[in-house]
């Protein structure tokens, strides 16, 4: 049920925030057959302010850390299974294409993108003329090296959320949306659930709010630090459609400072650019909607130097948050002395993986622990509980 209070106020299971990594938690407690579940989200679903609220992310095997490709052929597995119950399409594989010029810390950057790949996962280290004469959109220097990986492509996480939360509710899960939670009470037996919509008691609950989560920690003695920066994507409409499909051009990483990235023509007749961490520092409360016009150019100088064919016409930009742990990885964990509540973070770069991260979110909530390597992502790591840990949110070692 959606936006109303469900009839009875104690559960099994209750999942809060349902954006990419909370929809796919939801999804596989309820596919676990994991007793009563329910999803409470603040705001109401569909277009909106969710962070998960687009046609496109980029999916790869290509990463800056072993911590990350260890679980990258279980993530693309985790898709395949929402796709096969789902029957919709959701991965789109384009090949994935990391460029930096020679001499440059993004070539140092393309290293370790090659150097933690797993061995059976294919890889070209290509130079500019291979470039150019395989993507003639491309407009390089000699001194431009890449790294092909024929497996990247692109997440439809707008569709993937939808399916995973159409699955959530075929398997009993109930939804609240409209509802913001005040306060999490941890008692020996259950927690408590303090919403906007009444008091909800559960077994266990698991937390995928991002900053959001940082007024509920806090009274429960974690001060974990996040840092939000405002970003913006934009869409151009090339008028050389063809040349800019799915099937002739990949999604693509340029690694320089600053870092762009972008997509072939999908969801919109529109190529789409965006670039890493602008630094522009806010909160969930202070960012905003507005574009920034000087960011839009940005992009469009980017494409007028780099890719020239895919310039046209702003179609349309939106802003977006970027939610960073101070070492901008996961939080895939039990709260430490809180047994009963588990978090999901994504930092900033989860949607891929939100197949995979919700099974692993719903392991932990059932039985303590993951099949899946995920050490690094623990709770209780210097990074979130040193307060004179340097933050770094420059994903490159």
Known sequence: MVGTSPSAAAYDHIVVGIGALGSATAYRLGLAGAGRVLAIEQFAFGPGRGGSDDHSRIIRHAYHSAVYTALTHEMFRAWRDVEAESGLQLVTTTGGLDLARRGTPGEQELHNYGATLPADVEREHLDADEVRRRWPQWRIDDDVVAMYQ?????????????????????????????????????????????????????????????????????PLGYDWRFTVSQEQVSWFATPNVRDFLPDRFPMWIWHDEPLFYGFPVYGEVAVKVSRDVSGRWVTADTRSFDPEPSETEMFADFLRERVPGALGPELFSRTCL??????????????????????????????????????????????????????????????????????AFRMKE
């Open 150 to 218: 024929p497996d990247g492509g692109l997440l439809d996480i707008r569709r993937a959320n939808g399916a995973h939360r159409a699955l959530a509710r075929a398997h009993g899960v109930d939804f609240l949306a409209d509802t913001k939670v005040l306060a999490l009470h941890h008692h020996p037996t259950h927690v408590e659930v303090v919403t906007t919509a009444g008091t909800f008691e559960a077994g266990s609950v698991i937390l995928c709010t991002a900053s959001w989560a940082a007024d509920l920690l806090a």
């Open 322 to 391: 970027y939610d960073m742990t101070p070492d901008r990885d996961f939080v895939l964990d039990r709260l430490p002395g809180h047994p009963r509540i588990t978090v999901g973070f994504g930092a900033a770069h989860a949607a891929k993986f939100a197949a995979l991260i919700g099974e692993i979110l719903a392991e932990l909530a059932l039985g303590g622990a993951s099949r899946h390597p995920i050490g690094a992502f623990r709770a209780d790591r210097p990074a979130l509980s040193d307060p004179t840990f340097e933050p």
